[in-house]
């Protein structure tokens, strides 16, 4: 009975972990379904908007250490602690900025290209972010605190000890997390449904072609893809930033989000959120039941491994459109 | 007015398969080679080949092997890392079981172990396309590292989880190990990646490689015109793993001498490789000696002026790396997505008319 609790527990857990990957899992799929684009650098945008938002409402000057170096200066901070909503909204701003720039600066030269190399390009891109995320801030591990709660939650360990005589220890972080990812699912649900705007991302994820041809700006939606990707990307970025604090290792996240694709299907919204619970409990129990027997740290590798068998049964994933090929 | 096919006869077939038909072209060759065996051992010394001309040989290595899985065969691949892991640990494992066995086989028989792991994890791709192969091969990067890190027969119960490199020779020239000369560190990382190049050019000259090409152009077609994909995508898979490996092999025995898993095959590896073969061109031999070098060098050299010159951080200099590494990448893509050895071949395509370009 115990150790079904604790397996629970840990199930549990791995069902809020699921949950954040889920969140950066979200923001492949939108981009992926209304471009066509393997979006490689999704994982350093999360981490991009988790520094500046840091960098912003602990007043670091950016490029700090540049122009110290350049001009022998001493700047560390301006000295003044940002509101967090104001900073919020220049990180929001600056992800805008940022989709802006990427359309027209990259993904507008390589219209019509094979999708391998678009996919490599984001690479060049995931690069380019991270060195400049880190030159702009610096690249010390950072502490991003908005008021989120965080720590054990004690009603549901009340609640629970109360009922099996054993109390749960979920993070009250985790709680926040999932019930923000639900309100962006729907959120994302209700605009791609109801609003004019989403009804022309879905006639782009349908066909781009028959989408221009009734008049659909395909650049504008592009831009209008990768802003809200930034903002999927902010949102992970500030729930994972207050879990473990900003710095690079942040951006290895989204390498655990391309599994949850691979399961879930590249071009379904549901199924980021399924293959992102799925693998969430999946590796902590694997690694809480069979971990032990083989060395631990089973956790770096379990979802892909699960996503390659998979794929061998399953090539388009859970809830992926079929792949029809055609010489 | 001088490099042209003018003035050169034919007589033979063998003549006119030759790889470098054009004499300037193959006098140009013998002369790199006569700098790369002759000269270049004579003058080496040990900053230039412990900082530069033994991790371009290696890397040149790996690079044919990845150009010849997503470069000819047209399958991306994102664990060339944990490939690698696998060379340099069972060359490890071989160097430590069989202490008589020369390091010239130990190397080639680790490629050989390699392959057999790449034709493992080589099966999926018979299934999966694209991404979807791209992040199966994840899976082989993540799992081969883990492996060799939490697996204590892997790394012989050391305590502190690292495998370093035992003394060995060949006709008695130290070759690994602290004590070695750096001439002898270059010759044998020289010899492989010569002998590797001139087999990689004569297997993608041939019908191995012209199967792999059609697999990459389309497979479906391919398939309807009698390639067999199985055939094609596993012995691309081997093959190149077979290259990885021996790379793994000798940047862990010769190169390194003493590594740990985690940071000397991270996934950050997979990715230079990758780079360096979109830089110097996929599917071009020269293209994965161009990349290499580019991508030894380029940080060697930001790191000498911002470092060395201006004195800046060496913090701030690995940003600017990774932020000029991405920004080239993408300029690639945009402008020569056949990289720097497209614009060796144009460079060649225009003197062959020049004076008269019309």
Redesign the interface.
């Known amino acids: 009975m115990q150790t079904l609790l604790f397996a629970l527990e840990v199930s549990l857990n791995g069902f809020m972990t699921g949950i954040l990957y889920a969140l950066v899992a979200l923001g492949f799929v939108l981009i992926f379904k209304a471009s066509g684009v393997?979006n490689y650098a999704q994982g350093v945008m999360v981490l991009f908007a988790a520094l500046t938002l840091v960098g912003l409402q602990q007043g670091i000057v950016p490029f700090q250490?540049?122009i110290n170096?350049l001009l022998g200066t001493s700047i560390h901070g301006f000295g003044w602690n940002m509101p967090t909503f104001l900073a919020l909204l220049l990180t929001l701003l600056t992800m805008l900025l940022l989709a802006w720039l990427v359309e027209k600066?990259?993904l507008k030269?390589?219209v019509n290209?094979n999708?391998?190399?678009l996919?490599?390009?984001t690479?060049?891109?995931?690069?380019?972010?991270?060195?400049?995320g880190?030159?702009m801030w610096g690249?010390d591990l950072k502490k991003l605190d908005i008021g989120i709660p965080m720590g054990i939650s004690d009603t549901v360990e009340q609640t629970t000890y109360d009922w099996f005589g054993y109390g749960f220890f979920i993070d009250r972080l985790d709680i926040t997390a999932s019930i923000v990812a639900a309100l962006l699912v729907i959120g994302l649900t209700i605009f791609s449904q109801f609003s004019k705007t989403g009804r022309a991302l879905r006639a782009v994820a349908d066909d781009h072609q028959a989408a221009l041809s009734v008049g659909i700006s395909l650049r504008r939606i592009w831009v209008i893809v990768w802003s809200i990707a930034g903002l999927v990307a902010l949102i992970a970025g500030i729930f994972w930033g207050s879990k473990s604090g900003v710095q690079f290792s942040l951006s290895l996240v989204a390498?655990k989000a391309?599994?949850v694709?691979?399961l879930g299907g590249?071009t379904s919204i549901p199924g980021a959120i399924v293959g992102g619970l799925l693998i969430g409990v999946g590796e902590k129990l694997f690694d809480f039941m069979v971990g032990p027997m083989?060395?631990?740290?089973?956790e770096?590798?379990f979802a892909?491994?699960v996503?390659?068998v998979f794929?061998?049964f399953r090539?388009q994933g859970l809830f992926g459109e079929k792949?029809i090929?055609?010489? | 007015m001088f490099y042209r096919e003018v003035g050169e006869f034919k007589t033979s077939y063998p003549q006119d398969s030759e790889s470098f038909g054009i004499g300037l072209d193959k006098y140009g060759y013998y002369f790199v080679l006569f700098i790369a065996f002759v000269i270049i051992p004579l003058m080496i010394n040990d900053y230039w080949a412990s900082a530069v001309l033994v991790p371009f040989l290696v890397w040149a290595i790996a690079s044919l092997g990845l150009n010849i899985l997503t470069g000819y065969c047209g399958q991306?691949s994102l664990g060339t890392g944990g490939f690698m892991a696998v060379g340099a640990y069972s060359c490890y494992k071989l160097m430590t079981s069989f202490p008589d066995l020369n390091i010239i086989f130990c190397i080639i028989l680790s490629g050989l172990i390699t392959a057999g792991v790449g034709i493992l994890f080589g099966i999926?791709s018979l299934?999966?396309?694209?991404?979807?192969l791209?992040?199966?091969t994840?899976?082989s990067?993540?799992?081969l590292?883990?492996l060799f890190?939490?697996?204590p027969w892997f790394y012989n119960y050391s305590a502190s989880g690292q495998i370093s490199t035992p003394e060995r020779s060949v006709f008695g020239i130290l070759v690994t190990g602290p004590n070695v000369q750096p001439w002898a560190q270059y010759m044998i990382c020289l010899l492989f990646a010569f002998g590797l190049a001139w087999g990689c050019r004569n297997l993608t000259r041939g019908s191995l490689g012209r199967k792999w090409r059609a697999t990459r152009d389309?497979d479906?077609?391919a398939e309807?015109i009698g390639v067999n994909l199985l055939q094609a995508k596993l012995s691309a898979f081997a093959i190149s793993s077979f290259y990885i490996g021996i790379a793994g092999a000798l940047f862990f025995s010769v190169y390194l001498g003493a590594v740990d898993a985690t940071e000397a095959f991270g996934?950050n590896q997979s990715?230079l490789v990758?780079f360096m073969i979109?830089i110097g061109g996929l599917g071009s031999i020269l293209g994965s000696f161009i990349g290499a070098a580019f991508m030894v060098l380029f940080p060697v050299l930001l790191k000498n002026i911002l470092v060395g010159w201006?004195e800046?951080?060496a913090?701030?200099a690995?940003?600017?790396?990774?932020?000029?590494?991405?920004?080239?990448?993408?300029v690639f893509?945009?402008f020569e997505?056949h990289g720097l050895a497209q614009l060796w071949r144009l460079l060649k395509q225009k003197l062959r008319l020049w004076p008269y370009p019309h």
């Not at chain 1, 690479?123 to 400049?132: N, R, T």
């Not at chain 2, 299934?127 to 979807?132: L, P």
Request: aromatic share 16%.
């Open positions: 393997f250490h540049l170096n600066l990259i030269h390589l290209q999708p391998v190399i996919f490599m390009a690479i060049g891109l995931a690069y380019f972010l991270e060195g400049f880190d030159l690249a390498l391309l599994p694709l691979m590249l083989i060395g631990g740290a089973t770096n590798w892909y491994v996503a390659l794929l061998l090539p792949i090929e055609r010489v | 991306i999926p299934r999966i396309k694209g991404f979807y791209a992040v199966a994840l899976a990067q993540f799992f590292v883990w890190n939490r697996v389309m479906i077609a309807i996934i990715f990758l979109i201006w800046w951080d913090a701030l690995t940003h600017l790396e990774f932020i000029s590494v991405g920004f080239l990448i993408i893509l945009i997505p």
